[in-house]
């Protein structure tokens, strides 16, 4: 195919080139027809989806909020900490090159299950990456997730996600508009590490033992620092009129692709690139995927100026090449022509549209007969406490403690919330952001699944009282040349379209991860939805635990608990306890939508005091995950005779389109009259009974061990709860009366 759009074969350089931009990772070519089902504009978008490096949005007071979620998997896999610590990098320099200062950071992580020696190695390092990388650049680390399983053994998925501040006059792009600029390559030194990093080792699977740790990128977050800082200083100055960070594909595909947005060609030199190690080739140094690096256009009246302040911050500043008239890419090293491309056929990988296929497997898979499943031998309390301290479910604190998450002193609320909640210094308004995914329910039924991740981050943003107001996202599966792998990948998509159009939301920005496999096993499809809300008072925003005492607690979005077999399905329980994953997730986006609003306007009218979405583990985890924070017990005073028959779903099923509120007794009746038939279940009274220890893994009966290893990895010594079954004066967590289904459950310190 290139040597019939090139008309003669390619040298080694044009060959690399052609490879590099027409990868899976830098061309889409899988998935580029699947992601116009997305909806990507609204009056508040400012940006086109694809057009720049992140999606801006309009948040009034002349300001615009930038961000976009990536996937850095393939390079984390080889090599833990520098693949996650540079794809923090990375996506930090993508929100830059919109001319936005990064404010936040969030991360979705999956690894397989803490048993094996080699996932905890994965997600130490992994952990440790994001932390150093983020605590370096002094950019607050704000929310996240992790999830294990082992479809993600030995194929961790590491998604980044960056969040930026920026005035809308002065957003900047990445497009090379001007005949006779000329290109500024800053930051560090080219070395020959991660060629084919990024845009090679994201483009096919680990099917063989071969050493890669070449090909992964090696970061300097202290050089990122000043080199975030002496960019903004230069675009203060009026004098850039292009910046374009240069990630994956290095320089080829930086310069290329702003060339192509400008509707221009270029000229470079690549002798003038300034180099870590010597005897660099032409084709190591076109195709290094050094990290710190930024491809600065300005005019050459403006050269020296722009200079000036890359040598005030020590930074390294080169001019490597102009911005010619004729659609061409000329790459010389001194006189000597390395290599000479059309920009449009470089930039026009092909496209694939294949017909996927669901597999018996899949179909035989969403068969879940309630009447088949037992009800656990344990009792409500002790399954109770197996949810709490399974991986899945038990706290995070020992991992986002490691993180900075105050730093800039936005953070309002952070880590361990639905959604993390930053104000936007001199104005009264605040931005909710959160991050999400579910394999299982798309590993199911990628169409249902894919609705629910979106409907999910929405409803966190929602559950602190802000509108949601756009999304991105980071598509991860296996191998796409597979019928039942482009099968979930396409239903996912559509799913999630589906979902974006009922609840109002556009996908700006996002990216896409393939052939996430590892010896013919694919990963669960993941698609991770990272969202952003807007509150127009920060001080009208909703926290998730139960702030006080005395407060009526009500289950908004369900007329009755009755069981469904789409509530188990997917669910933590029926993996935790049972072992299965089966089962088809339903959701009804319409309740959906009606469910956000009432929350979001009980919110602003100061009706509700806190709001958590009611997930992972069901209506019981949600209410023991609203007594953590503040240290407050919980006592439901309904009657649960008519759950007695299957409890599990009751307590336990994730059904969706819910949300766990607290109001004074006094606002019952405001939150009745915005109800508008959402539903609105009477949960019970907290009392007193404070928790002794601070938030942290609950520990239950006998031997969880991985539930101990999540806290030994990320350096912290396990310290839960324990059952005293015999204690005088416990500590109230949870109690349902009428029934004594759960007979009050005491904790205590564990030594």
Same mark, same amino acid.
């Given at each position: 195919?290139?040597? /019939?759009?090139? &008309?003669?074969?390619?040298?080694?350089?044009?060959?690399?080139?052609?490879?590099?931009?027409?990868?899976?990772?830098?061309?889409?070519?899988?998935?580029?027809?699947? #992601?116009?089902?997305?909806?990507?504009?609204?009056?508040?978008?400012?940006?086109? *989806?694809?057009?720049?490096?992140?999606?801006?949005?309009?948040? %009034?007071?002349?300001?615009?909020?930038?961000?976009?979620?990536?996937?850095?998997?393939?390079?984390?896999?080889?090599?833990?900490?520098?693949?996650?610590?540079?794809?923090?990098?990375?996506?930090?320099?993508?929100?830059?090159?919109?001319? =936005?200062?990064?404010?936040?950071?969030?991360?979705?992580?999956?690894?397989?299950?803490?048993?094996?020696?080699?996932?905890?190695?994965?997600?130490?390092?992994?952990?440790?990456?994001?932390?150093?990388?983020?605590?370096?650049?002094?950019?607050?680390?704000?929310?996240?997730?992790?999830?294990?399983?082992?479809?993600?053994?030995?194929?961790?998925?590491?998604?980044?996600?960056?969040?930026? #501040?920026?005035?809308?006059?002065?957003?900047?792009? =990445?497009?090379?508009?001007?005949?006779?600029?000329?290109?500024?390559?800053?930051?560090?030194?080219?070395?020959?590490?991660?060629?084919?990093?990024?845009?090679?080792?994201?483009?096919?699977?680990?099917?063989?033992?071969?050493?890669?740790?070449?090909?992964?990128?090696?970061?300097?977050?202290?050089?990122?620092?000043?080199?975030?800082?002496?960019?903004? /200083?230069?675009?203060?100055?009026?004098? @850039?009129?292009?910046?374009?960070?240069?990630?994956?594909?290095?320089?080829?595909?930086?310069?290329?692709?702003?060339?192509?947005?400008?509707?221009?060609?270029?000229?470079? &030199?690549?002798?003038?690139?300034?180099?870590?190690?010597?005897?660099? *080739?032409?084709?190591?140094?076109?195709?290094?995927?050094?990290?710190?690096?930024?491809?600065? @256009?300005?005019?050459?009246?403006?050269?020296?100026?722009?200079?000036?302040?890359?040598?005030?911050?020590?930074?390294?500043?080169?001019?490597?090449?102009?911005?010619?008239?004729?659609?061409?890419?000329? @790459?010389?090293?001194?006189?000597?022509?390395?290599?000479?491309?059309?920009?449009?056929?470089?930039?026009?990988?092909?496209?694939?549209?294949?017909?996927?296929?669901?597999?018996?497997?899949?179909?035989?898979?969403?068969?879940?007969?309630?009447? /088949?499943?037992?009800?656990?031998?344990?009792?409500?309390?002790?399954?109770?406490?197996?949810?709490?301290?399974?991986?899945?479910?038990?706290?995070?604190?020992?991992?986002?403690?490691?993180?900075?998450?105050?730093?800039?002193?936005?953070?309002?609320?952070?880590?361990?919330?639905?959604?993390?909640?930053?104000?936007?210094?001199?104005?009264?308004?605040?931005?909710?952001?959160?991050?999400?995914? $579910?394999?299982?329910?798309?590993?199911?039924?990628?169409?249902?699944?894919?609705?629910?991740?979106?409907?999910?981050?929405?409803?966190?943003?929602?559950?602190?009282?802000? /509108?949601?107001?756009?999304?991105?996202?980071?598509? $991860?599966?296996?191998?796409?040349?597979?019928?039942?792998?482009?099968?979930?990948?396409?239903?996912?998509?559509?799913?999630?379209?589906?979902?974006?159009?009922?609840?109002?939301?556009?996908?700006?920005?996002?990216?896409?991860?393939?052939?996430?496999?590892?010896?013919?096993?694919?990963?669960?499809?993941?698609?991770?939805?990272?969202?952003?809300?807007?509150?127009?008072?920060?001080?009208?925003?909703?926290?998730?635990?139960?702030?006080?005492?005395?407060?009526?607690?009500?289950?908004?979005?369900?007329?009755?608990?009755?069981?469904?077999?789409? &509530?188990?399905?997917?669910?933590?329980?029926?993996?935790?306890?049972?072992?299965?994953?089966?089962?088809?997730?339903?959701?009804?986006? =319409?309740?959906?939508?009606?469910?956000?609003?009432?929350?979001?306007?009980?919110?602003?009218?100061?009706?509700?005091?806190?709001?958590?979405?009611? *997930?992972?583990?069901?209506?019981?985890?949600?209410?023991?995950?609203?007594?953590?924070?503040?240290?407050?017990?919980?006592?439901?005073?309904?009657?649960?005779?008519?759950?007695?028959?299957?409890?599990?779903?009751?307590?336990?099923?994730?059904?969706?389109?819910?949300?766990?509120?607290?109001?004074?007794?006094?606002?019952? *009746?405001?939150?009745?009259?915005?109800?508008?038939?959402?539903?609105?279940?009477?949960?019970?009274?907290?009392?007193? %009974?404070?928790?002794?220890?601070?938030?942290?893994?609950?520990?239950?009966?006998?031997?969880?061990?991985?539930?101990?290893?999540?806290?030994?990895?990320?350096?912290?010594?396990?310290?839960?709860?324990?059952?005293?079954?015999?204690?005088?004066?416990?500590?109230?967590?949870?109690?349902?009366?009428?029934?004594?289904?759960?007979?009050?459950?005491?904790?205590?310190?564990?030594?």
């Amino acid at each position: 195919m290139i040597v /019939e759009r090139l &008309d003669r074969e390619p040298n080694p350089v044009e060959l690399g080139m052609f490879g590099a931009l027409w990868s899976e990772h830098c061309g889409y070519k899988h998935s580029r027809p699947l #992601l116009r089902f997305f909806p990507s504009s609204s009056p508040r978008v400012l940006s086109q *989806s694809g057009a720049e490096n992140a999606g801006a949005v309009d948040i %009034g007071d002349g300001l615009a909020v930038v961000f976009k979620v990536e996937s850095h998997n393939h390079p984390s896999a080889v090599e833990p900490l520098q693949g996650a610590a540079t794809g923090v990098g990375g996506i930090v320099r993508d929100i830059l090159a919109m001319g =936005a200062r990064p404010i936040a950071l969030l991360n979705s992580l999956r690894f397989g299950p803490l048993d094996s020696p080699h996932n905890r190695h994965l997600f130490r390092r992994v952990v440790e990456g994001i932390s150093w990388y983020g605590n370096c650049i002094g950019v607050p680390d704000v929310a996240g997730e992790i999830y294990f399983d082992e479809s993600y053994s030995h194929n961790p998925l590491v998604n980044a996600m960056c969040v930026g #501040l920026v005035a809308t006059d002065k957003l900047a792009s =990445a497009a090379a508009g001007r005949v006779g600029s000329v290109l500024l390559l800053v930051g560090a030194e080219t070395g020959r590490d991660g060629i084919h990093g990024a845009s090679g080792l994201a483009s096919r699977t680990f099917e063989e033992e071969q050493e890669l740790r070449p090909t992964v990128q090696v970061g300097n977050p202290f050089l990122e620092k000043v080199l975030i800082e002496s960019c903004l /200083e230069a675009l203060e100055t009026g004098c @850039v009129s292009g910046l374009q960070d240069l990630g994956a594909a290095g320089l080829t595909s930086a310069a290329i692709e702003s060339a192509y947005r400008g509707g221009r060609g270029l000229i470079l &030199d690549i002798s003038q690139v300034h180099r870590r190690e010597p005897g660099m *080739s032409g084709y190591e140094v076109m195709l290094s995927e050094s990290q710190e690096r930024m491809l600065l @256009v300005t005019a050459p009246e403006h050269v020296e100026r722009v200079q000036q302040v890359f040598r005030k911050w020590d930074v390294p500043c080169r001019e490597i090449g102009q911005v010619i008239q004729e659609p061409r890419a000329h @790459v010389l090293e001194g006189d000597r022509p390395v290599a000479q491309l059309p920009i449009k056929h470089l930039t026009e990988a092909p496209r694939y549209r294949l017909n996927g296929q669901q597999s018996l497997e899949q179909r035989d898979r969403q068969r879940l007969v309630l009447d /088949e499943i037992p009800l656990p031998r344990s009792s409500v309390a002790d399954t109770l406490l197996r949810m709490l301290a399974a991986p899945n479910v038990a706290s995070r604190r020992s991992v986002y403690r490691r993180y900075d998450h105050q730093v800039q002193t936005n953070t309002v609320a952070g880590p361990g919330s639905d959604a993390a909640v930053l104000r936007i210094k001199g104005t009264g308004k605040a931005i909710a952001l959160s991050i999400d995914g $579910n394999g299982r329910f798309c590993y199911l039924d990628p169409y249902r699944g894919g609705q629910i991740v979106v409907a999910e981050v929405c409803r966190n943003l929602s559950s602190t009282g802000a /509108e949601p107001l756009a999304l991105t996202d980071c598509l $991860n599966f296996g191998n796409p040349e597979r019928p039942e792998i482009y099968y979930q990948l396409e239903w996912s998509i559509r799913g999630m379209a589906r979902a974006c159009r009922v609840l109002g939301v556009p996908v700006v920005s996002g990216n896409v991860s393939l052939y996430n496999e590892s010896q013919g096993q694919a990963i669960y499809p993941t698609p991770v939805v990272g969202g952003l809300g807007l509150l127009e008072d920060v001080t009208r925003h909703a926290k998730s635990s139960f702030p006080e005492e005395g407060l009526d607690v009500y289950l908004v979005g369900q007329r009755n608990l009755r069981p469904r077999a789409s &509530d188990l399905a997917g669910s933590e329980f029926l993996q935790a306890i049972h072992g299965l994953v089966a089962g088809r997730p339903a959701i009804n986006l =319409a309740l959906e939508r009606r469910v956000q609003a009432l929350c979001r306007k009980a919110i602003a009218q100061g009706i509700v005091a806190s709001a958590h979405d009611c *997930s992972d583990g069901g209506l019981a985890v949600a209410l023991a995950e609203c007594t953590f924070a503040e240290g407050i017990g919980f006592r439901g005073v309904g009657s649960l005779s008519r759950l007695m028959a299957r409890w599990d779903c009751s307590l336990f099923g994730e059904r969706q389109s819910r949300i766990v509120v607290s109001l004074c007794p006094e606002s019952v *009746s405001g939150i009745a009259a915005n109800g508008n038939g959402t539903g609105r279940s009477f949960a019970g009274a907290w009392q007193d %009974g404070r928790l002794p220890v601070p938030p942290g893994i609950i520990r239950g009966p006998g031997s969880l061990r991985n539930c101990r290893c999540l806290e030994r990895c990320a350096g912290t010594g396990a310290r839960g709860l324990r059952k005293q079954p015999g204690e005088t004066n416990p500590t109230t967590l949870l109690e349902f009366r009428g029934d004594h289904v759960v007979a009050p459950l005491s904790f205590e310190n564990a030594a």
